[in-house]
């Protein structure tokens, strides 16, 4: 949505979204009345009946003479097979290769070998893709044997003026916030090592944020408070916290490329410095190189006890909250993904 309503000054936009809990009419009209067109439907059923019925669903919404940007696999799927004029595969994940990589079972199933060959068909046929990761376009370009011209990286945003800079607190309390759905591709484990370590030194608060639709996997945590608010709270609790952790577990393989979380950036924004894993997507490099958070690699005691005194050094840098938020605005700004998108449409009608 902070994509979409910024667009549509400059264009007119129709969403479809499959909704698990259908929204009421007061939240359609908050949406119409910035001049989006929406057609929520029902999500349905889980399972393979269900996917089947959204795809079909979704296909009989597209309007194929219009320029279409499918978010994801099974929209892009019913673009494909929509033939529009003009579409875009907007890649969020290496879906395929992340499932296998968290199921029980990493070997190569007749499910896995018909999501690569839905996602190698995605990336033949789209007029355009996006990725979130410069790390995952090598991938994409000896994988599918694409021309990397096809290929744009729009980086997971945030919108540096709702998410701004907060001084940090004077407290002699660490504030930690986790936030997000808490999939199991979330190295839990090392993050209470982290949690734990830091208690043997400082006073240290846990607040864990889960969204609607998380799993179960954060009561695990070793956190002190839970809630669950709406993002448009998450830049007040943000700002009271003083370090978010974002750790994926590294050995997840190739799907790890393509992995860009929006709460990192969310964090960076606020002046908030971050932990997160060395092989997550652009994450890792850009955190190390601009002095913003920790990079884990490992998990033994002595890294644990590396990455607590790593962090506590960089919470008495005075200059910290700078660099989060430069980091920000130049490599996560929201206004600097909407102006790549308007150019990536523009391109469509010449």
């Known amino acids: 949505m902070a994509y979409v309503r910024k667009i549509v000054h400059k264009r007119p936009v129709r969403i479809i979204s499959f909704e698990k809990e259908m929204p009421d009419t007061s939240s ?59 579409w875009i595969w907007d890649c969020r994940s290496l879906h395929a290769d992340q499932r296998r990589a968290l199921s029980d079972n990493r070997s190569v199933t007749p499910t896995f070998i018909a999501m690569r060959i839905v996602e190698y068909f995605l990336a033949k046929q789209s007029a355009a893709i996006i990725v979130i990761t410069n790390a995952v376009i090598p991938l994409f370009i000896s994988r599918y044997k694409i021309p990397k011209k ?60 889960a969204s609607v639709g998380t799993t179960q996997a954060w009561k695990i945590l070793d956190y002190d408070e839970f809630v669950s608010v709406q993002h448009s709270e998450m830049p007040n609790l943000i700002a009271k916290s003083d370090l ?36 997550q997507g652009d994450f890792g490099s850009l955190v190390k190189a601009n002095s913003v958070g920790v990079v884990t690699l490992g998990a033994s005691s002595d890294e644990v006890e590396d990455y607590v005194s790593q962090i506590l050094n960089l919470l008495a840098d005075p200059d910290l909250g700078r660099r989060c938020r430069a980091l920000a605005e130049t490599s996560f700004n929201l206004n600097n993904g909407v102006a790549r998108l308007l150019e990536i449409y523009s391109t469509f009608e010449k």
Request: with cysteine.
């Open 150 to 209: 096809k290929i744009s990286m729009i980086s997971t945003c945030v919108d540096t003026e709702r998410f701004t800079q907060v001084s940090q607190s004077q407290s002699s309390t660490i504030k930690i916030l986790l936030a997000g759905t808490f999939s199991p591709a979330y190295d839990i484990i090392l993050m209470n090592d982290i949690i734990a370590k830091l208690r043997e030194s400082r006073k240290v608060w846990v607040t864990v944020a």
């Open 28 to 86: 359609i009209r908050i949406i119409q009345s910035a001049g989006i067109a929406w057609t929520p439907l029902p999500f349905g059923r889980f399972g393979v009946l269900g996917g089947l019925s959204r795809l079909i669903r979704m296909w009989l919404e597209i309007d194929r003479k219009k320029i279409i940007h499918a978010r994801g696999n099974l929209s892009g799927l019913a673009a494909l097979l929509r033939f529009p004029r003009f």
């Open 244 to 279: 978010g952790l974002s750790i994926w577990k590294n050995d997840l393989g190739v799907c790890l490329t393509s992995v860009a979380s929006t709460k990192a950036a969310e964090f960076l924004a606020c002046g908030r410095p971050i932990f997160v894993n060395s092989l």
